[in-house]
Structures are given as structure tokens and as C-alpha cells.
């Protein structure tokens, strides 16, 4: 397989029903860096999308063995992505270097994320890149309350965009940044119309992009362990995020038997896990984060980002205690001198 | 697969640090692991907590894994993401490592 970093990068636009996912794109697309991007959308909508390279996608789902809902391979989408493979390869269409796919408003995320990662042919070609989620001002709040799945795309998302900014007051603007703070802390929240919406920023920056990664971690890990715990919990299905540090060097082996077994159980409500760990015999910082079950190849800095050495991950999920989760890492963590002895 | 028994080559998994150097460049002078290494430590490991289950997890052939339940039932695993389903099936209760018995006993030893 080719190395992870290699591998073209698919972002997602995600947000609910009219949130501006078009308009966004259409902007997007205008810059000179995003000119080799392909598209794919659910739905034409009303704004049209001026591209080069554009497919619709058609409704399919396929459950993957034994897997749950947030597993499912989308047969539509691993269709449409191989068939824009191989028109590239062939030369049918031009050589793009990234993939945005425009998911329609109710669309849950993680089956998209697992289609990227987990279908057989689509993950030697392609890897997932930021998922990118607008949120409307003047309806977004009301989403969240009512609509569990923007809650989710919320959660997995690596950058936030509020809309509409201009035809909400300013105070409903700043409750619903509040409320996308409390939700997920670790990605950053950008003003559609106040902000200028740099498509690097928005787009290519992520763990895989070798000029942004450590600047990436460190910021996530900076925003995960801020955010976290600043917001009382109001029931116990609420979605949380918070962070876990770890003093002594994890064991690779034994976090991977650990973190399976957590996702296998609880993998929905796991929503996103960001990790900066500090692995026993291996000199560099080693990056790993995953989306509900789904786990990304894990990555490294070539460097530490700070003089902390501790591991630190941060974990977004919904009606999990930190403090259950915590005892079980360090119980399994245990686990490992013995697990030494005996390999 | 191998051309004996038929049995399928597994699918990389995220944990697989031995397959992905690039990810993992070991400390200098650190025994590098691997692979097969790599699968002790992980089978040793996954039995100290599947002990609690009364199952016991094996190598077979190098490439996949047999998982065995104190009634003699057994089911052939491809990699780590299968473990958990499989062995639930065989010990016929979940395997939860947020429950308080299973992280009290890990306490314990």
C-alpha cells in the first residue's frame, strides 16, 4: 500500500439543509490551489457548481460484516469514487490531486468516513482529509436541539463554519459558536462572512499534510484540553469532549487491543478521538485519530511540538464518563510489562 | 493466501506497527520488532484480557489468528477488528472494557 501521506485526499462538506455547503464550494473552487479538485454531490441544488469535474451520487447502502450503521460502506459513493479513478487513469478527465464530496444536509458522516478507510479498492488510492461543516446562524441552534445527526457532523468535524452571520443577530451568532465550542473544541470555528475561508486552511490542512501537521496537533491538543470541562453537562447523552494525559510512555500494542475493544463497544458514541502519544521504543511522537469505529493509519511528527512528553488524547463522545474510560486505559496499560514477559 | 490451507492474508490494521515504519521509526538502539513479534506480543496481551472470559486467543499459520472458549468452541480471526465481534460470539456475553468487573480484575493482578 503507499504510503498513507500519498494517497489523494478526500475532504467532506457536510451541514444541514440550505447551511450553504454550495456556496461555500463554489467559493472554494475559485482559488488557484483547489483548480485539480474533483467534486461529487448528492443533490444539483439550487446553486449551481461551475466545475470541471462534477458527478452526482445516487443512494445505496451496503452493511459491512458485522459491523453497525456507523460502518457501513456507501455503495453509491464507492461506486462514484472508483469511476472517477478510473475516467483519471484512463485520461478521461483530468489528473485532479483532491476530492470533495458534498454530502446532503441529513447525511450522517461516518459512513462516508468508512467507506474512505475500509472499502477495498477506495483505500489505496484515497485517504479522508478534513471534513469540513457549516453551520447556519439563524437555524443552526435549533438543528442541534432538535436534529441528532447535526450534532454528529459537528462532532467529527475538523473545521466549523458558521453561515449566514450576516442575516443573524450578533448574539445568536456568538451562542451558537458557544454551543459548537462545547460540542467540539478541537476544531476551529470560522465566520463565512467575517472570515476570509483560506482553502489551505480550510481544506489541506490535516495530520497527512506534511507542512501543516505539527502545527495541526498542536492545535488541537491546545483546544482539546481548554475546552474541555468548561461547560457543565446537562444530561447524560450529552456529547462531551475532554482530554486524557498519560505520563509514562504507552505501549503500542497493547492501546491498539484497548482502543479496538472501546470502539467495538462503544464506537458510536465515540465520535472522534485525537491523539499525540508518546510510544515506548519509538523516538518520534506518533499521531492517531479515528472517527466513531473508524480508525486512520496513524502518522508521527518528526519532532515534539513542546517539552511535553506526556501522551495526550482527546476524546469527543456521547454519555461515556472520562473517568471510566481513563481507569480502563490505565488498567490495560497494567497489562503490559506482563504481555512482555510472556511475548 | 497460502497455496496449503486456503486461508485469506489479512488485511492491514491500524495497529499494525511492524507494517508501517514510516509511522514508527524505531529509537536508535531499540530491538527493532517484528511482525511476528509484533503478533506474540499482541496475542499475549489480548489473553490477558480475554483470561477473563475463559478464552484464549492463538496464532494460526502466521497470518490469522484461532480464538478458543472454555466449552471448545473456536472461530478463526483475521486481525485485531474482528477480535472483539468473535469473541463475544464464543463467550456468549459482551466484552465491555469500560466494565467495572473486567477493570477491577485487570487492578487486581
Known amino acids: 500500500m503507499a504510503a498513507y501521506e500519498t494517497l489523494l485526499p478526500v475532504n467532506l462538506i457536510t451541514g444541514f439543509l440550505g447551511a450553504g455547503k454550495t456556496t461555500l464550494l463554489q467559493r472554494l473552487l475559485r482559488a488557484p490551489e483547489l483548480a485539480n479538485t474533483a467534486v461529487l454531490v448528492n443533490e444539483f441544488g439550487e446553486v449551481g457548481l461551475d466545475h470541471l469535474l462534477l458527478e452526482p451520487l445516487d443512494a445505496e447502502t451496503v452493511l459491512l460484516q458485522s459491523g453497525c450503521v456507523c460502518c457501513t460502506i456507501r455503495g453509491d459513493l464507492a461506486d462514484a469514487i472508483r469511476g472517477l479513478y478510473s475516467k483519471r487513469a484512463r485520461g478521461l478527465v483530468p489528473a485532479f490531486d483532491r476530492l470533495a464530496i458534498e454530502t446532503t444536509g441529513l447525511a450522517d458522516p461516518a459512513p462516508i468516513v468508512a467507506t474512505l478507510i475500509a472499502e477495498p479498492v477506495l483505500r489505496h488510492h484515497f485517504r479522508l482529509g478534513s471534513i469540513v461543516t457549516l453551520v447556519d446562524a439563524l437555524n443552526g441552534r435549533r438543528q442541534l436541539a432538535d436534529q441528532p445527526e447535526a450534532v454528529k457532523q459537528v462532532a467529527v468535524a475538523d473545521r466549523l463554519v458558521i453561515s449566514k452571520t450576516d442575516l443573524a443577530p450578533p448574539e445568536a451568532s456568538a451562542a451558537l459558536a458557544r454551543e459548537l465550542r462545547r460540542i467540539n473544541p478541537a476544531a476551529p470555528i470560522l465566520d463565512a462572512i467575517a472570515d476570509p475561508l483560506l482553502p489551505h486552511e480550510l481544506m489541506a490542512s490535516d495530520v497527512y499534510d506534511p507542512a501543516s501537521k505539527s502545527a495541526e496537533v498542536q492545535r488541537w491538543l491546545a483546544a482539546g484540553i481548554a475546552g474541555a470541562g468548561t461547560e457543565p453537562h446537562r444530561h447524560a447523552d450529552e456529547i462531551r469532549a475532554f482530554c486524557l494525559t498519560f505520563e509514562q510512555p504507552l505501549d503500542w500494542t497493547g492501546f491498539g487491543v484497548w482502543l479496538t475493544m472501546l470502539l467495538h463497544v462503544h464506537g458510536q458514541n465515540v465520535l472522534r478521538v485525537k491523539g499525540l502519544l508518546n510510544v515506548l521504543d519509538v523516538a518520534a511522537p506518533v499521531v492517531v485519530h479515528g472517527v466513531q469505529h473508524v480508525v486512520h493509519p496513524p502518522t508521527h511528527l518528526e519532532r515534539w511540538p513542546d517539552h511535553d512528553r506526556r501522551s495526550r488524547i482527546v476524546f469527543i463522545v456521547r454519555g461515556l464518563e472520562q473517568a471510566a474510560i481513563e481507569r480502563s486505559l490505565a488498567a490495560f496499560h497494567r497489562q503490559n510489562d506482563s504481555g512482555r514477559d510472556a511475548a | ?109
Open chain 2, 1 to 109: 493466501m497460502c497455496g496449503l490451507c486456503g486461508v485469506l492474508g489479512a488485511e492491514d490494521h491500524w495497529s499494525d506497527a511492524a507494517a508501517r515504519p514510516e509511522a514508527f521509526p524505531p529509537r536508535a538502539g531499540a530491538p527493532g520488532a517484528t511482525r511476528r513479534q509484533e503478533r506474540q506480543r499482541r496475542i499475549a496481551l489480548a489473553n490477558r484480557i480475554l483470561q477473563h472470559y475463559r478464552l484464549r486467543l492463538g496464532d494460526f499459520e502466521g497470518r490469522s489468528y484461532l480464538l478458543r472458549g472454555a466449552t471448545g468452541r473456536q472461530e478463526l480471526v483475521p486481525h485485531l477488528a474482528h477480535l472483539w465481534a468473535a469473541a463475544e460470539r464464543v463467550a456468549g456475553r459482551p466484552c465491555d472494557p469500560l466494565d467495572e468487573a473486567l477493570i477491577a480484575a485487570l487492578e487486581r493482578r
